[in-house]
C-alpha cells in the first residue's frame, strides 16, 4: 500500500491519489460523492460510515473487500459503470440499504455480498453472473421474490440462507449444480421453479418439489417444501386434508342430489326436477323445451321483449353455434292469442275483453321482425368482437308494434256488442301497455352475450323468493362433448345453495370485459349479489390479471384478512351477501 500522504474533501488518499484509502474523520468535508480520478478503493475505505447515500466516480476499476460493511445507516449506492470486480462482503450488514446502481456486467458475485441487508428488497442481479457463492444472500429479510438470471449454472452451500420472506424462488434454466444445503430456513418458501428447458431439474406442476434427474426414469427429491401459504386459496375441497376447505361436506353427499336439477347447454339433466318448483315463466338462460302454460296474469308479462331475451339466451347455450332463427317455432294462435288479450275467466263472470287498437308501423316486408332477428344472430357470428351493444335500438313504432303483435295497418278490433250496451257511456280506451323492461334483466341479457360459456342450475331450494348465486369460473373441463364446469365446483355450489337458500346458480366462463359500458353496468349489478370466483391457481400470488379485475369489479377482496372471514362466512346462512373467492384445480 503506498504511503499516506494527502488528505482531501474529506476522505484519504495515497501519495498519488489514485487510491482512496478512507474517509477523513478529523473532517467533515465528505458528503458522499468521491471525486473523479482515483481508479481503487481499498478494503473497508467506507465501513461503519454514517452516511446514507455514497457514490463512487467511473473512474474506479477495482475496489477492496468489505468496503462499506457494517455501515448502517448507508441506504443507496452508485457503483462505476465499468467496475467488473465486486469484492466479498462489499455490503455485509447494510441494514438500511434499499439500492445499488450496480454495472451492467460483472464477473461474478462474491461470497457474503449482500449478507445482512435486510432492507433489499430485490436483488439488483448483473449480466456475467456464473456462481452464487456462500452466504450472498444471507440473511435478506426483504426479498420475496428471487428471479436467478439464466446465466448462473451453480449455486453454493448456503448461498440463500435465514430469507424468512421469500416466497417463491425461480432457478436458472441452464442450473448445473445445487450444493447442499444451498437453500437453508427461509420458512415462508411456498414456490420452486425451474424451466422446463433445464436437463437435470424439474419441478412438480404444484411448484412445492424439487427432483434432480437422474439416468433412465429415476428421480431425486431435493426440496420438499412442506408448509402452505398463508396466502393459500381455499380449495373446493381436499382429500388429503393439506389444503383449507372452502365448504366441509360429507362423501355420501356427491352422490345425493336426487333434489337438484341443472339445466345444461346440451339438454342433458343431472337429477329431477322438485315437484312445485317452477322459476319465472321466462328465464333468457334457461333452455326448458316446453314453456308453461301463461296464466292470467302472466300472459300481459310475455311480451315480444322477453321472447327476444329467450331466443337469444337459447342460442348461448348451444356449444355447436348451429342455432338458427329459422329452428323457433311458429307461435300458435293459443300463444298469439294471450298475448294480446287479458283474460279475466271466473266462476260467475263470462269472458270479455277490451277492444284493442292496433298502430300502423313503416314495415319492409312481412315477417320482418324474424327478419331483424336473424340479421342480429348472423351479425353476431360473421362480426368479431360482436357485442349486445352493437344492436341498434327499437324505434317507439317498433315497439309499440311488438306489443300488438299482429296487424301492418291500423284498424279496431271491435268488443262484443252485449257488453258495449251495458258501457254505452264509457270511453272505450286500449289496454295499458306493458311493464318496461327492468334494468337488471336487461344487463343479464347483455351478461349472456358477453359470456363465452354459460350454465344455468335450478337447485330445487324453495323460497319465498328467486335468489341467485353467480360462480365466474376461470377455466373448465375440456371434454368430447365441449367444455364443462368441473363436477367438484357444482358440488360445492350445490352445498352453498343448501345453506343460504339460492333458487338458482349461473355458472360462467370466460366474460368479456373490454367494453367499459359493461364494465360499470357488471359492477353495478353484481355490487349487492353473491359471488364466487373459482380461479385456477392455489395461491393469491398467482392470481391471473383478469380475474384480479373481475374481482374488483364485483366486490371480491383478495386481501388475506378478507378471504379468511369470508371462508368462514360460507357456512353462515345469515350473511347478507357472499363474495368469495376459491380455488378450483378441476378435479372429478
Not at 204 to 219: M, P, W
Not at 227 to 243: F, M, R, Y
Not at 371 to 380: S, V
Not at 491 to 516: E, S, W
Amino acid at each position: 500500500m503506498d504511503e499516506i500522504t494527502s488528505k482531501k474533501n474529506g476522505l484519504v488518499y495515497s501519495d498519488d491519489e489514485s487510491v482512496v484509502v478512507g474517509i477523513d474523520s478529523s473532517s467533515d468535508g465528505f458528503t458522499g460523492t468521491v471525486p473523479y480520478g482515483p481508479v481503487r478503493i481499498e478494503e473497508e475505505a467506507f465501513s461503519c460510515c454514517a452516511l446514507e447515500n455514497i457514490v463512487l466516480p467511473d473512474s474506479v476499476e477495482s475496489v477492496g473487500a468489505n468496503l462499506f460493511c457494517n455501515s448502517t445507516v448507508l441506504e443507496t449506492v452508485h457503483l462505476p459503470a465499468g467496475l467488473r470486480e465486486l469484492s466479498p462482503f462489499m455490503f455485509c450488514g447494510c441494514k438500511a440499504l434499499t439500492k445499488v446502481d450496480m454495472p451492467f456486467e460483472v464477473d461474478d458475485f462474491t461470497e457474503g455480498l449482500f449478507a445482512d441487508c435486510c432492507s433489499l428488497t430485490e436483488i439488483p442481479f448483473c449480466n456475467g453472473i456464473k456462481t452464487l457463492p456462500e452466504g450472498v444472500f444471507d440473511s435478506c429479510t426483504s426479498v420475496k421474490t428471487m428471479v436467478i438470471p439464466d446465466s448462473v449454472t451453480k449455486i453454493c452451500k448456503g448461498a440463500i440462507a435465514h430469507c424468512t420472506d421469500l416466497t417463491t424462488v425461480v432457478l436458472p434454466k441452464n442450473l448445473d449444480e445445487l450444493e447442499e444445503d444451498w437453500l437453508i430456513d427461509c420458512p415462508n418458501l411456498k414456490h420452486i421453479r425451474i424451466s422446463d428447458e433445464n436437463v437435470k431439474y424439474r419441478t412438480d406442476e404444484e411448484c412445492q418439489v424439487l427432483y434432480r434427474k437422474n439416468s433412465g426414469n429415476f428421480e431425486t427429491v431435493l426440496l420438499k417444501i412442506s408448509n402452505k401459504s398463508e396466502n393459500e386459496v381455499p380449495a373446493l375441497k381436499d382429500d388429503l386434508g393439506e389444503i383449507p376447505s372452502i365448504i366441509t361436506y360429507d362423501e355420501k353427499d356427491d352422490d345425493n342430489n336426487e333434489d337438484v336439477e341443472i339445466i345444461l347447454s346440451n339438454d342433458e339433466k343431472i337429477g329431477e326436477p322438485v315437484e312445485n318448483e317452477l322459476e319465472e315463466n321466462v328465464d333468457m338462460t334457461s333452455n326448458i323445451p316446453a314453456e308453461p302454460v301463461l296464466e292470467d296474469a302472466d300472459a300481459e308479462e310475455k311480451s315480444m321483449d322477453d321472447r327476444l331475451a329467450e331466443i337469444l339466451g337459447q342460442n348461448k347455450m348451444y356449444d355447436e353455434g348451429n342455432f338458427s332463427i329459422m329452428d323457433i317455432p311458429e307461435a300458435s294462435e293459443e300463444e298469439i292469442e294471450n298475448s294480446i288479450l287479458e283474460k279475466k275467466e271466473t266462476d260467475e263472470e263470462e269472458y270479455t275483453h277490451q277492444p284493442v287498437i292496433q298502430i300502423e308501423v313503416p314495415v319492409e316486408k312481412e315477417g320482418s321482425m324474424e327478419d331483424r332477428l336473424k340479421e342480429i344472430m348472423d351479425q353476431g357470428k360473421d362480426k368479431e368482437g360482436f357485442s349486445i351493444f352493437d344492436i341498434p335500438v327499437a324505434s317507439d313504432a317498433e315497439l309499440e308494434a311488438n306489443k300488438l303483435l299482429e296487424g301492418e295497418s291500423a284498424e279496431i278490433v271491435q268488443a262484443d256488442p252485449e257488453t258495449l250496451e251495458e258501457d254505452e257511456d264509457e270511453t272505450v280506451l286500449p289496454p295499458p301497455p306493458a311493464a318496461e323492461v327492468s334494468a337488471d334483466k336487461l344487463f343479464m341479457q347483455n351478461l349472456m352475450f358477453e359470456t363465452n360459456k354459460v350454465e344455468q342450475q335450478n337447485t330445487g331450494v324453495c323460497g319465498e323468493q328467486r335468489k341467485m348465486l353467480f360462480v365466474f369460473a376461470e377455466n373448465v373441463v375440456k371434454t368430447d362433448l365441449g367444455p364443462k364446469f368441473s363436477k367438484r365446483l357444482i358440488k360445492c355450489c350445490q352445498r352453498l345453495a343448501k345453506i343460504h337458500g339460492y333458487t338458482v346458480i349461473y355458472f360462467l366462463y370466460d366474460v368479456r370485459m373490454d367494453t367499459d359500458k359493461f364494465r360499470t353496468q357488471l359492477s353495478d349489478f353484481m355490487k349487492d349479489k353473491d359471488v364466487v370466483i373459482a380461479c385456477e391457481g392455489g395461491n393469491l400470488l398467482d392470481v391471473s390479471e383478469k380475474t384480479k379485475n373481475l374481482a374488483e369489479l364485483i366486490g371480491v377482496s383478495l386481501k388475506k384478512e378478507d378471504l379468511e372471514k369470508e371462508t368462514e362466512l360460507a357456512n353462515d346462512s345469515n350473511v347478507p351477501c357472499l363474495k368469495l373467492l376459491i380455488q378450483d384445480n378441476l378435479a372429478d
